[in-house]
DNA sequence: CTGTTAGCGCCTTCAA
DNA sequence: TTGAAGGCGCTAACAG
């Protein structure tokens, strides 16, 4: 391997130009003229340069990289959010570490330290900690110390005290969106499963929820909200819960997200009810599913625009950003099999 | 942002030793007396002093950074072999930066450009180029010249001419262990849906299928055979080519992958037909879908230590390492519910 | 066991 | 518009 590379000094020398001509010529942001431009620039490729990014790094302190920390890269959305934030940095020149923290505050934290060691220019944070409703504190006070190394933008959450900026979807109005379509339907009994109570995302979703049944005057039943977690199992298993504790029955039920609904599909296809099915986060598995499931979507490539502008500009860091996107719903079979209303 | 970093010179200064010492005790690589050593950290302890893994790379040679591209970071598989690749990446202290090509080879260049600028220790390739049966000269060689530079650990495929290391799943036994399964249970009748012509795992599958078929002195038949892509889509619309092109009708249907699978199944709801179905890759679609899939496993934790291994080790560039594991069959409804045998 | 001293490859003032 | 020269923060011989 490793021949010995070359560097801006042969190219320097080949040009019979100085070290700082060439990286002049390389970053472009200096005068130089078109003539020795040209030269340089003939050489470079010549000789297949490319200059050290390591080097440039620590002598200009601009890494161009950025850090990636989400629970699990495998969960459809954290992973969907992912690539489009990675487009958008690949668009302005930087590269993504990705940490996957598989929900262990412990990894989260030794990511971060591995993101601050390599000079991150900003660490993105998805999931995980800043949704975590009691966080710890002594991670909180880490964050606020890595503010002051490195650029935080948190994705569809936040910590209080911690000025980072933030971008997420409106949540809350996705799930109201949900609940005004299923009214539509003719549905006037609708159940929510699965979260988890300390998890922010979870809270939203239920407050809303409520307050989306209160607009249409209908009632929210304790026994038909189910905590029961985020993945297919707990969908299954949200639905027992609900067959065991209820002879009042819903007839719509909001899944906390796309596999917890699908967990729901699965779970009553030995129940056989006929039920309306929602997901949330419009992923892959809403399609998978059969019936293909009505779920609300992130505007995914926004997001990860929005994160993308957050790390790139220079804003004050007084100047707190939240940003806040709207969702969309996608309707599909689960709900449109059948309207209450035309029976 | 950004006081002005602490450095090992500070830390030097406050223990009264030189920078060269401070050095030594956090790489705890050379001899350093008890005494200094317990000064020293207790400077850095109290400077709360972390190295510039930047400055290191740049002086050691060694950035302790891998690269890994592939395709599409939400398909489930690619997913999953990565976090299991990151896993282990983190235990040696690696960072691992991650592109996601889009299958676009444009791209992928463009990432290995990227990692070879940051001085990536290793490149890990998964999908994307690497399983082209006919992969552009131009690519090919520059994979050469960068194997001059890097290494490069090729996960289930590889390159002619490149010698790269690689560890991948013996597909073919996969697929074998699949169709004997389906005969344990009375098929005779078995069809495999899904891929793509050019794609060397799709030619792999392919090809064991009809040995697997010939070893039960069954019939390997051209009409049961279909190509039509990798995701759910493919799955539907490849089912309706075979209800198109037979009359004569297989009794258990085999797809490409989990994605395909699932799309054969949702087919199969308006057709209704008594199938058999199973999957490949063992991903989380597979128990996404109802009836969950029967599915092959790859040993995602060995693939993914395997190809840190082979970076990890000093390994004889001549010495080419191609590593085959094996997978795993997993057994579920969708082959088990029926036994044709017992009926 | 420890300090001195060159770099690693590039950027960036400061002068010219 | 260009060159000289001093870092960036750390490592790694080479002495001692």
Redesign the interface.
């Given at each position: 391997?490793?021949?010995k590379?070359i560097t801006i000094y042969d190219i320097a020398k080949e040009a019979g130009v100085s070290t700082a001509t060439v990286s002049r010529v390389i970053a472009g942001n200096y005068p130089v003229s078109e003539k020795t431009k040209k030269k340089v620039n003939s050489i470079i490729k010549e000789y297949n340069f490319?200059?050290?990014?390591?080097?440039r790094?620590?002598s200009s302190k601009r890494?161009r990289?950025l850090g990636f920390i989400t629970p699990?890269?495998?969960n459809?959305f954290f992973?969907?959010v992912?690539?489009e934030v990675?487009?958008h940095a690949?668009e302005k020149g930087y590269?993504?570490?990705?940490?996957?923290s598989l929900n262990n505050r412990k990894?989260e934290s030794?990511y971060i330290?591995?993101?601050?060691?390599?000079?991150a220019e900003g660490i993105i944070l998805l999931g995980g900690l800043i949704n975590d409703i009691y966080p710890d504190t002594n991670q909180v006070n880490d964050l606020k110390e890595i503010?002051?190394?490195?650029?935080l933008v948190t994705i569809n959450g936040k910590i209080d005290g911690v000025g980072s900026l933030s971008v997420c979807t409106d949540e809350g109005k996705g799930i109201e969106m949900v609940v005004d379509h299923l009214v539509e339907l003719g549905h006037s009994k609708i159940g929510i499963i699965g979260g988890m109570e300390r998890i922010t995302t979870t809270q939203v979703k239920i407050k809303a929820f409520k307050q989306a049944l209160k607009n249409h005057q209908l009632e929210f039943k304790d026994s038909w909200q189910i905590y029961s977690g985020y993945d297919?199992e707990s969908g299954d298993s949200g639905l027992k819960t609900l067959v065991d504790t209820n002879t009042d029955f819903p007839t719509a039920l909001i899944g906390i997200n796309d596999?917890v609904a699908?967990g729901l599909?699965?779970g009553n296809?030995k129940l056989n009810r006929d039920l309306a099915f929602v997901g949330y986060d419009n992923t892959?598995?809403a399609?998978?599913?059969?019936p293909e499931l009505t779920s609300v979507s992130h505007p995914y490539s926004d997001l990860g625009k929005t994160a993308i502008d957050l790390m790139d500009k220079d804003l004050d860091?007084k100047n707190h950003k939240d940003i806040i996107l709207d969702p969309i719903l996608i309707q599909r079979e689960s709900t449109l099999l059948k309207n209450l209303k035309t029976e």
């Open positions: 391997m490793e021949g590379a490319h200059p050290n990014a390591v080097a790094s620590l890494s990289v699990e890269i495998t459809p992973s969907q992912f690539i990675e487009k690949l590269s993504v570490l990705l940490g996957n990894l030794k330290r591995m993101l601050l060691d390599q000079q503010e002051k190394k490195t650029k297919i596999m699908i599909v699965k296809r892959d598995l399609i998978a599913s059969s860091n």
